[in-house]
């Protein structure tokens, strides 16, 4: 098939950026033609997206991408705009990690029992989940007079286009889901006070949305962690994935949900991916609380950073980063080092060496989980997104797993979009195995082998337990 052009818009929490991949045939390559900052802003005590700056940045992209035969848009999940009746935005997204639901989950619980939420949605329990900050808005004049509910990527869709719709793998985060049909929920939506006309009908992955201009905006994975599953370059079933960056997604890919009390318990995670396949994962903290001290510091040079940590001892201070407590922003250094037993001055450098033994000792807490709650063993950890080029970071996730990481592609997200748009134009044919051989044929790809001393390991894995 001849080769086509495509921009994969991709907004991650901190920054957002336009890429054009170029795919037909067996190959695959990409360029980035706009990177813009996402700031989020507090406006009357509320942390607030800057919608109308990152619809200007997708602007500015898609004009400098030039022509192209698609666009597709992904963004991170749970987080939505509410239109009134004439299509207009009420006020801006308001940030996941935003305090508005503290206390939410507890109050939902009485109305509808986690037991049943999660044997409905199979959706782990997160504060920040669509369904919580939708109740935590019940009331508020904004709420009463919306009409409709639209994530993300979903409202950029329709500023672009004029259609409505919601992508069914972002949808599968909003806790609204039925993990079995595969649908809204209807009488969760209802049990929890949230009108159903709210929710606009589901689309698949690679159905065309509508036109901007006279290019096609097509739905991807629209989730940003569902295109980077995609985006894999696996040999087979048998692989653990961690799309690491601002969070570390960690799991394996499945055909039906695990919903045991034993998953709900570890609070493992059944969300939609792309092709009818379950993405079962678990969110760890990510590098979110380094990127954070970063910002405390003042520090931009995070190789340099890196490099210093890489000659501290090894596992000495090592904090659960799972913890509820690390969730938020503001005063991470503080938290990090009171978590620790460290100093509040402590070193930049001890400081980042505790986050990321703790960070690596967190993957492999959530690896051993998943194939023990999946039942399923795997012999390899891939490692994507921008965590696949923290070296340090990768072979301390293999020592602490005693598997091998295959690390990369780091734009495993902005590949996963293209290659279901270039699937859904015609110019790449096959199944996902088929879309993850034209990545391990084009894409770098690093080995790091499990070193270390496994005994050590489990040692410093009980400390956090
Ligand atoms: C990663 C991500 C993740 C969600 C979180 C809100 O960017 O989409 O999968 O849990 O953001």
Redesign the pocket.
Known sequence: PARKAFAAVDL??SSGRVMVGRAGGGDVSLTEVHRFANDPVRVGGTLHWDILALYRGVLDGLRAAGPVDGIGID?????YGLLDASGALLGNPVH?RDGRTDGVPARVAEVVPDERLYAITGL?K?P?NTAYQLVSALGTPQFEVAQQMLLIPDLLAYWLTGELGAEYT?AS?TELLDVRTRAWSLPLISDLGLRPSLFPPLRQPGSRIGLFGETPVVAVGS???AS?VVGVPATGPGFTYI?C???S?VGLELSAPVLSEESRLANF?N?GGVDGTIRY?R?VM?LWPLQECMREWSLSDISGLLASAGREPALRHVVDLDLPVFLPPGDMVGRVASAAGLPRDASPAVMARCIVDSLALAHRRAVEQAQALAGRAVDAVHIVGGGARNSLLCQLTADACGLPVLAGPVEATALGNVLVQARAAGAIEGDLAALRRVLRETQQIVRYSPGGDRATWRAAAERIA
Request: negative net charge; hydrophobic residues 35%; without cysteine.
């Open positions: 991650g929490a963004s991170w999940a749970v987080d996941y782990q997160q920040f972002n985060t989730h940003d962690t980077a799309s960056g601002t969070w997604l995670s969300e994962l969110n990510g």
